[in-house]
């Protein structure tokens, strides 16, 4: 079955500081998306993103679907940012990679 | 919020037990996903339904069962429990079940002792 690979697996940052997380998947995809999985245990809707460049706020996303992977941007990071970050590829059910878990300090 | 509602938001039950879990989607999508999260095994695919039938299997357990009802709320069974069942059981649902944005709920920890 397909592959989704997430890295860093661990990121460390002071507030303010700017990360990328990458993910790379092994096999063609509809879609895409990023979620934000809270202290709470919560999954956060970040982007649905099958190709090309999307932006809300301090993230944005790009995909380069050809290239079978895609770029999470996060800038000016704020101490509400720590948790865990997903990646996830539609086949149509999710398939996750293990996710990137993001600290961030004030 | 998403507009997925899963109840109970907690569960503790002993090994052996038998428990419900349940779903409902976001207004108008007919689709439903079940999704488990362990520490083990991350984030996998349990079950899907579109609009009453059952439309693909993931790794879901023997053990386990699903369905989706006419007013298209669902319910996940786990039953013969054992330790390795404690987990965080999402439910997402989409508008069509062949692509587009999952919503997920806010999950069901189980705990099983």
């Known amino acids: 079955g397909i592959q989704v690979e997430q890295s860093p697996p661990d990121l460390i940052l002071q507030e303010g500081a700017n990360s990328t997380l990458r993910c790379n998947f092994s096999d063609s995809v509809n879609n895409l998306q990023w979620f934000h999985q809270n202290p709470w245990g919560q999954l956060i809707n970040l982007f649905y993103?099958?190709?090309g460049t999307k932006q809300n706020g301090r993230l944005s996303a790009t995909t380069v679907a050809t290239e079978r992977y895609s770029l999470l941007y996060i800038s000016s990071s704020q101490t509400t940012d720590s948790g865990v970050y997903f990646c996830?590829?539609?086949?149509?059910?999710?398939?996750f990679g293990k996710g990137t878990t993001l600290s961030v300090s004030s | 919020d998403s507009g997925v509602t899963q109840t109970p938001k907690h569960l503790i039950t002993a090994t052996g037990q038998r428990v419900t879990l349940r779903c409902s989607p976001r207004s108008g999508d007919l689709s439903v996903y079940w999704y488990q999260q362990s520490l083990d095994q991350g984030l996998q695919f349990l079950i899907q339904?579109?609009?009453?039938?059952?439309?693909a299997k993931g790794n879901i357990l023997e053990r386990f069962s699903a369905q989706q009802f006419p007013d298209l709320h669902s319910e996940l069974n786990l039953s013969s429990l054992e330790l390795g069942d404690s987990a965080l059981y999402f439910c997402a649902s989409s508008v069509d079940g062949t692509s587009g944005v999952q919503y997920f709920g806010a999950g069901t920890r189980l705990s099983v002792l």
């Open positions: 993103i099958p190709s």
């Open positions: 339904y579109y609009n009453g039938e059952e439309r």
């Open positions: 996830a590829v539609e086949r149509p059910a999710l398939i």
